[in-house]
């Protein structure tokens, strides 16, 4: 089973959101875009910008709370400026 930490970029927010999951990724975005109440909740325009793939659910956690303790956009778009 892979498990993803991921992260979502909303440019009408100028925001990035920064998650985990073990479903697939594309069915977890989907569910970002659909109506329900969160943080992602506030645009429709989530788009993937970044993802790492991990082996299990406590080895993503771990990545997700690892960023999102920087508490920087712009350590957060270096990384994702580093894949490419």
């Known amino acids: 089973m892979a498990c993803y930490f991921y992260i979502l970029r909303s440019a009408r927010l100028d925001k990035f959101y920064v998650g985990h999951t073990c ?3 594309e069915e977890r975005i989907r569910k970002h ?3 329900h109440s969160g943080f992602t909740a506030k645009s429709k325009d989530w788009e993937l910008v ?3 793939e991990f082996s299990d659910k406590g080895a993503a956690y771990f990545r997700e709370r690892t960023v999102k303790a920087w508490k920087s956009k712009k350590k957060i778009n270096d990384l994702i400026n580093s894949i490419g």
């Open 33 to 35: 875009l659909s109506n």
């Open 23 to 25: 479903e697939d990724l």
């Open 50 to 52: 970044y993802h790492e």
